[in-house]
């Protein structure tokens, strides 16, 4: 029973970290865009919480590069599990523009696992939002509560 | 047999203290001083056991003590001569001259009081005194090998250092059990003598002009009390304590001429327990070695000065100067509290919470009701204990990791885990429930219940008090492995540890049977009033109420579910701290991966608030109201 | 003693609950006031279950005990509080789970860590002083410090003690890190400290603490009950406008600087107390 809770739980109530790497701040602006009062994600009882200890979803925007690959794995690492990752916009999910560049890696899921991927330059409001939602169903199926 | 029991408490030190003197023999000093220990310990325990009793040595005794002020005396003149310090001088002086015309002129029955008498407050000094004094003294031995060894002595000074500190137990001992005031006057300036020359131990530079200023302060204590027991002789025409605290309420209330032998009494006391503008010479005395400290602080010399406050407590009380000594103990507990949240040196901070704490002592004496004097009777005894084992915590680390600031104990867990668990039991008893020293506070807030300012000030200053333990506590804590390996320590040093932390925590447990025993009985003696019933073990009286058994059972179930959950952990779940991704452990030090790679180790401070606690900025204020308080208290008190 | 007994079983199952439900109305108004919809009004208790629900991690494992250490001293609070206990010793024992808290704190090298545990010491240094003073207040009126003292009056405390009333609601702010005074830590974003003193405790721990938080929501309001102990209507109405008042300084202010809450908390708190006093003198 306390089990079926805590999994309730965890789907009502994932708290988000924000991790900018190396973003043009487009994408930074349409995940923060999502806190304010049209979109209220707060709603759905996801909060930015800023901390990756207490966070269940971490949202990277940008394309990862040699200096910032380590930190944003030192961030995942960070996360107690449960844990799923969001690569926000077209840098997050490949590189975008930028994937040939000497200096990039790549997309985000060169560096760690990624679970949605929001496409869009800079990815909408909407979409992100879409996304988590999207990531919440993948935990729903890994946790066997939808049929 | 009880004449054996005095004997062994008091004279017996003052031989062993002769032999340690002569003795060089390491070994042989070891179990003399461990077997001396052992039978202060034994002799305590039986005299409380036997309970309030008179008691008058042969008239020869009389005539040695008369012999032996005067030595002192003129030790202290030679000193001030040698050292050329016109205060010590005059005020010896002073003294001598004082002694003949009270010795010679005024005293016509000489051995007609009886030298001793002890109730359950002197027994419980006793016992305080040859428990924690001893153990602080078997410290020393572990101690004081090292640290001779550290300074590179070729010839051991430890004959003398023992001397003085066993000399010292015994003149403590015989100071709380001294009946015939001119035997506590011999007695008290034995301490002074003996604080001076332990806290110029080490003969350094430093520590020569702050055992001289020791000396002036605690001289110019000697000559108050002195004064105040020829005017005693004057207006009560006796000098046995126990006719004093017997008819002494008569004459306080009769035209207040006994408020000013006690107000110079009271003077003496708060000297020695080194009250604002006094508080120097304790804080100066940190640079003795770490057993003299804790002599000093816990069970004897600053103890010597509370316990004759709250000692001649019912002689003032209900008179406008018990008041003021409430006033002056209720401000210098928040004052002293204040400095010691501004130190990061963990002696200094050590020193002032002392002083705090025998300030809340001396406003419970002031405050003058039965609750208020159950209070100061179990402060003095808790604290004893607590304290001690903080100051020999200290010392077993600045000898470990050559330091005595906090900041340099972040992380001692990992170093020495005994030790720190030790110091953070000590700092537990400190200043949380359910453990004694809280209990007594919680008693003296509430029975200055209806003054005030009184609780104005208690309440600002027991804020004060959380803030600076509770920080040093947990900084220790701040290590990067769980499991950190026990570190090698003398069985000297280790043994008085574990014992004191044990009993800060059991005497803590028992302190409803403690209460009833040994201080309910005291109380009800001066003040025909027991202020506390014990309901299944609980503090209950009308003012309020504190659980004992069951906020210790109920804290120590959730403790212990606590350390349960806590040892759950593994060290797969051991995460590196939050640095916004860019932590890097180098050598198990935590640290910032830096520019071009380099390791930028963390450093951390405490917020020490200078703006608010700055010692040089505070100290000059605090001198100076607590020196117009005590203009006022003279006055206003004799008036 | 049966009833203490179900009184204090009554406290520990039934206070975190409400605790929590109170938590979820202050969101939800939060959001109202803010012009959005805001969360459920369960959001906490899926917080919370979610929070138990994560994998464990700490930085040693001395954070573990504090944070357990912690909620045993506000639960143990709370229940002495509806025991009728002393009103110091509930204070005293409040100060165990702070302390311990703090501790945990302190025990990771975490700047941020380190940062929110010496504001939490700030923050407690500067309320606790005012719940002495209120409570040495209450002792005044009633004669004594025992909660039960408290409901033998025949009228109300606020009568008595309306400044004192001002001074609680001053040293509740603090120690429930409202804004003007969420120093040491946020119920918000506040990315310069991260979480503050929160930031190294996680998971579990972290759940722990939220319900060491709900108990100590009921153990503020329980105390701002006391001031109308008459009638259960007058306590329910008090409490609310109190919180309610809470809710609206916490979403009008900005976060000032922990010396103008020491100084202001020591100031205004003694300043308001002596007036109250002398009033009460001259009664």
Known sequence: MLGNLINQGRIKSPWVVHFDCGSCNGCDIEVLACLTPIYDIERFGILNIGNPKHADVLLVTGTVNHRNKHVLKNIYDQMPGPKAVIAIGACGCSGGVFREAYNVVGGVDKVIPVDVYVPGCPARPEAIIDGVVAALEKVKTLLGMTA | MLDTLVFVTVLLPFLVAAVLLVLREQNVRKVILVATAGVLALASLAMLRGGAFIMSPAPLYDTLITLGDFVILFVVLFVGIKRKNQIIIWLSVAQIIGLIILDFFMVKEHGNIPAFFADDLSLVMVLIISIVGSLIAVYGIGYMKEHEEHLHLTKSKQPQFFFFIVLFLGAMNGL???????????????????????????????????????????????????????????????????????????????????????????????????????????????????????????????????????????????????????????????????????????????????????????????????????????????????????????????????????????????????????????????????????????????????????????????????????????????????????????????????????????????????????????????????????????????????????????????????????????????????????????????????????????????????????????????????????????????? | MITKIILAILALVAAPLLGALITGVDRRITAWLQSRYGPPILQPIYDVLKLLGKEPMVTNTWQALCAYVYIVGAALSVVLLFTGSDLLLIFFVLTVGAVFLVMGALASPSPYSQIGGQRELLQMLAYEPLLILVFAAIAMVTGSFKVSAVFEQTRPLLYDLPLMYIVLGYALTIKLRKSPFDISASAHAHQELVRGVYTEYSGPFLAMIEIAHWYEVILVLGLCALFWSTSVVGMVVLVAVTYLAEIIVDNVTARLTWRFMLKSAVGMGLVLTLVNMLWLYAQ
């Open chain 2, 176 to 639: 709380v059990l001294a009946n015939n005031l001119l035997w506590m006057y011999f007695f008290w300036e034995c301490t002074t003598l003996c604080s001076f020359m332990l806290i110029g131990h080490d003969d350094t530079e430093i520590a020569r002009k702050n055992a001289e200023r020791a000396l002036w302060m605690n001289v110019l204590g000697g000559t108050a009390f002195l004064f105040g027991i020829i005017l005693l002789q004057k207006v009560v025409g006796t000098l046995s304590l126990q006719e004093i605290l017997a008819r002494g309420p008569e004459f306080a209330v009769a035209g207040g001429a006994i408020l000013v032998p006690m107000f110079l009494l009271v003077f003496a006391g708060m000297t020695k327990a080194a009250q604002a503008p006094f508080q120097s010479w304790l804080t100066g005395a940190m640079v003795a070695p770490t057993p003299v400290s804790a002599l000093l602080h816990s069970s004897t010399m600053v103890k010597a000065g509370v316990y004759i406050i709250v000692r001649l407590a019912p002689v003032y009380a209900g008179t406008y100067f018990s008041n003021f000594v409430a006033l002056f103990g209720a401000f210098v507990f928040l004052a002293t509290a204040c400095l010691a949240a501004g130190q990061s040196n963990g002696k200094k901070i050590l020193a002032y919470s002392t002083i705090s704490n025998l300030a809340l002592i001396i406003a419970c004496a002031g405050i003058n009701t039965p609750a208020a004097i159950t209070a100061a009777i179990l402060l003095i005894l808790f604290h004893a204990i607590s304290k001690a084992l903080m100051f020999l915590c200290v010392g077993a680390i600045e000898q470990k990791i050559g330091s005595r600031d906090i900041e340099d104990m972040r992380g001692l867990f990992a170093v020495m885990p005994r030790t720190a668990l030790v110091a953070i039991i000590g700092i537990m008893t400190m200043m949380l429930p359910p453990f004694g020293m809280l209990m007594a506070k919680w008693m003296a807030i509430e029975s200055a219940h209806g003054q005030f300012l009184l609780m104005i000030m208690l309440a600002l200053g027991s804020g004060v008090t959380v803030l600076f333990w509770c920080r040093w506590a947990g900084l220790m804590l701040g290590t990067p492995v769980a499991k950190a390996k026990p570190e090698a320590q003398d069985i000297t040093v280790r043994a008085p540890l574990y014992i004191l932390a044990g009993l800060a925590l059991v005497v803590s447990f028992f302190s409803p049977v403690v209460y009833n025993s040994l201080v309910a009985p005291v109380v009800k003696m001066y003040y025909k009033a027991a202020p506390y019933a014990l309901p299944y073990g609980n503090f209950d009286s009308p003012v309020g109420i504190f659980l004992v058994y069951p906020l210790f059972l109920l804290l120590g179930l959730g403790f212990y579910f606590a350390l349960k959950q806590a040892r759950k952990v593994t060290a797969a779940q051991c995460s590196q701290p939050y640095m916004c991704g860019e932590q890097q452990t180098v050598d198990g030090k935590p640290g910032f991966l830096g520019p071009l790679g380099l390791h930028v180790p963390v450093q951390s401070g405490n917020y020490y608030l200078e703006q608010f606690f700055g010692e040089t900025m505070l100290s000059k204020w605090i001198n100076v109201i607590a020196l117009a308080v005590l203009v006022i208290m003279l006055f206003g008190g004799a008036l």
